[in-house]
């Protein structure tokens, strides 16, 4: 397995080898021994190993996020901006452990004397379920990935790991966990607590490994519903923590529109290209209420998204996909072609198009299919008893926004419960591809 040059397709010198049957084993065997250790841990002791995770990612020079880059294509900044992320969510955990709470401490205490039957003293507490299978996201090298929210909430828990690194930066991959194993001895934590294995067709066996006891997954809807399929088919079933694929449909409306309709055009075209719109929380659904306020938002934003540049993705795989995406939108008779550049060659362009409200209400599975990349749909709705029918036709939801101002969150007050029955993440003026490091957002 090589590691692939994300800009130029070049190889570089970077091998990986195929994990075997035997070598799965292994790992999920030396995670098993290891959690026999590691779950009798204090929260200090487990604070102490995150804290030192994320001292030692902190610690990766400028050469290491070069190498990230060259695999994902991602800048320089962006990535700095990643490893932080990264590192926070290993220290936000660590004061989580200090702080106790998630421990979900119950006691009910003895009453020997209650008629007709007494009660015993009765205590309930949270523990680590066992080793847990951890799935890289492509999209996030550093904050989804080996040392991502899956791992550090599973080493917080008192859980060991075993990471399927993504095949899209196993370089990447590879100079995180060793990070986090110079913490693991740092740490004087069990050898085993921490694994990680190579190459496409591993993830079934390390999921249906009687072993494995949870997985953390970030990723497509498809591939995530495959993993929650052989989890559910075992013997012995096991939960899967799944972030998939989503739309994140915004509203805009019409107060808004009115009093900083060219900012918000602004706004969102910036938000749909940020990264390439490699996020499953990028905006891949507008809709508004038919007005001219909203028709002039189209104008903008067609003007907008026609005049901005093609970016490179993370790899091959992923343009392939977003090409055919679009592909698919552009063949369906109901939509329409706003703005953008032909697809070709080796970049993304970025996207508008507009489809008919009848096609959401219908249940088109187009309309609710994620592209992964810098595109998205604008549905005008006649009024809003329709725009309310549309959010009803939509599918679960990462996060759904509300563009609103002060009287509009007044005229649109029943739409907020549709909204919070859809979506994990309800935002009021903002764009969904932000995500701040917090327990409320954890």
């Known amino acids: 397995l090589k590691s692939i040059h994300a800009t130029t397709g070049e190889t570089l010198p970077y091998e990986f080898h195929h994990a075997t049957e035997q070598e799965i084993n292994q790992a999920c065997e030396a995670a098993s021994q290891a959690f026999k250790t590691y779950r009798h841990t204090s929260p200090e002791q487990r604070a102490v190993f995150l804290e030192n995770i994320a001292d030692e990612l902190d610690a990766l020079g400028t050469d290491f996020l070069e190498i990230v880059s060259q695999e994902t294509a991602l800048p320089i900044a962006r990535l700095q901006g990643e490893r932080a992320r990264t590192s926070g969510q290993m220290r936000l955990f660590a004061k989580v452990l200090r702080r106790g709470d998630f421990l979900g401490a119950r006691i009910d205490t003895a009453l020997p004397e209650r008629q007709p039957l007494p009660r015993s003293d009765l205590r309930q507490i949270k523990i680590g379920v066992g080793p847990v299978a951890v799935f890289g996201a492509s999209n996030f090298p550093l904050a989804f990935s080996t040392a991502g929210g899956d791992t550090a909430s599973a080493l917080a828990a008192g859980c060991s790991v075993v990471v399927k690194a993504h095949s899209g930066h196993m370089a990447t991959a590879d100079f995180v966990a060793q990070a986090i194993e110079r913490a693991v001895e740092k740490s004087n934590m069990p050898k085993g607590v921490f694994n990680m294995i190579y190459g496409n067709g591993v993830g079934e066996p390390l999921v249906k490994h009687p072993l494995i006891q949870a997985v953390g997954f970030t990723g497509s809807l498809r591939g995530g519903r495959a993993l929650c399929d052989m989890a559910a088919a075992r013997p012995q079933p096991i939960p899967v923590f799944a972030e998939m694929s989503s739309i994140n449909p915004m509203l805009m409306l019409p107060e808004a529109l009115k009093n900083r309709g060219e900012k918000i055009a602004q706004d969102l075209a910036d938000s749909v290209v940020l990264g390439c719109g490699q996020f499953c929380t990028n905006p891949g659904l507008i809709l508004g209420i038919k007005s001219a306020e909203f028709s002039q938002l189209i104008n903008n934003l067609t003007d907008i998204m026609g005049a901005k540049p093609a970016q490179t993705m993370l790899n091959a795989g992923t343009l392939k996909s977003y090409t055919a995406g679009l592909e698919h939108l552009t063949e369906h008779q109901g939509i329409k072609h706003l703005a953008g550049q032909t697809q070709q060659g080796n970049q993304a362009q970025p996207q508008l198009f507009k ?88």
């Open 355 to 442: 489809a008919d409200v009848e096609l959401l209400l219908a249940g088109d599975q187009l309309l609710q299919e994620e592209i992964f990349g810098p595109t998205t749909v604008i549905i005008e709705v006649e009024d809003k008893a329709q725009l309310i029918q549309a959010l009803q036709s939509m599918n679960g939801q990462l996060t759904a926004t509300l563009i609103a101002d002060e009287a509009d969150l007044t005229e649109f007050a029943d739409v907020v419960p549709v909204l919070e029955e859809k979506a994990g993440r309800l935002l009021i003026n903002g764009y969904p591809t932000g995500v701040e490091v917090c327990d409320a957002m954890v």
